[in-house]
C-alpha cells in the first residue's frame, strides 16, 4: 500500500483479503488524500509460497475506485497477491507515447484532451494526430473502452474537444492497449520494490 495513506508499506496476510480490509491496515486515507485509489494487478504470484494461484506474466489489469464508494461498501474488490495498491493525492490522467512527457497528470479540476497534451509540453513531432486515443475504463470492471479522436478536427472546431475522466489513459502511441497497461503496472510496482500480498485462497 502506497500513496497518502497513514501507514503505507507491505502487508503479509494468510486469509482472503478485502481491499476495504486493505485500506483500514495503512490506517486509512491521510489528509492529503484525494478521492480516489489505484491497483496495478499483474497477476504475478512468484514469490508467494501459500498461493495455490500460477503465475501468469500476461495478465495486467488496472483498476481505480472512488475511496468513498470502497469505504461505504459500494464496490467489492478482492486482493490477490502482487497487488499494489496506490492512494492518490489528487485525480490522475496518464499520457503514453509521443509527448514530450510521458507520465501522470494531477488533475484538481476538469481537464479537456487538448489541455492534458498541453501538460505534457505537446506532442512529438512523430505524433499521428488523426488518432489520439483515450483508453477509460469500463464502470464496475477493469476492462478498458478505446475512444478515437483527430485533434486536427478538434483543433478546427468541427469536434469538441472531450473532457478526460479520473485515471484515463491518453495514448499518442500505435502500441496495443495490453502493452500500454503493462507500462503503467511496471510504473507503478517500480515505486515498490518487491511489494507482494501473501493471500492463500482457502
Given amino acids: 500500500m502506497i500513496g497518502s495513506v497513514e501507514k503505507p508499506g507491505n502487508f503479509f496476510v494468510n486469509r482472503r483479503v478485502h481491499l476495504l480490509e ?10 492529503e488524500a484525494g478521492t480516489r485509489l489505484l491497483i496495478a494487478r499483474t497477476g ?8 495455490n494461484d500460477a503465475p501468469d ?10 475511496i468513498r464508494d ?5 464496490e467489492t474488490f478482492w486482493m490477490q497477491p502482487g497487488d499494489v495498491v496506490t492512494v492518490l493525492d489528487a485525480d490522475i490522467v496518464y499520457m503514453y507515447g509521443n509527448v514530450n ?7 484538481r479540476e476538469p481537464i479537456t484532451l487538448t489541455q492534458a497534451i498541453v501538460s505534457a509540453e505537446g506532442l512529438k513531432s512523430a505524433a499521428n494526430k488523426d488518432k489520439i486515443r483515450i483508453l477509460r475504463q469500463r464502470p464496475g470492471g477493469v476492462d478498458r473502452e478505446e475512444l478515437i479522436y ?20 491518453v495514448a499518442v ?21 518487491n511489494v507482494i500480498y501473501r493471500v492463500p485462497l482457502p
Avoid: H, T, W
Wanted: glycine share 8%; net charge positive.
Fill in 173 to 193: 502511441s500505435e502500441d496495443k492497449a495490453k502493452s500500454i497497461l503493462q507500462g503503467l503496472a511496471n510504473s507503478i510496482k517500480s515505486s515498490v520494490p
Fill in 70 to 74: 470502497i469505504q461505504e461498501g459500494k
Fill in 150 to 169: 483527430d485533434l486536427n478536427q478538434i483543433d478546427k472546431g468541427k469536434v469538441k474537444d472531450p473532457y478526460l475522466e479520473p485515471n484515463d489513459i
Fill in 57 to 66: 506474466s500476461d495478465k495486467v489489469d488496472v483498476v481505480g475506485f472512488k
Fill in 44 to 51: 504475478s504470484s512468484s514469490n508467494c509460497k501459500e498461493s
Fill in 101 to 107: 512527457r510521458q507520465g501522470s497528470i494531477k488533475i
Fill in 22 to 31: 486493505m485500506l483500514a491496515m495503512a490506517g486509512g486515507p491521510n489528509r
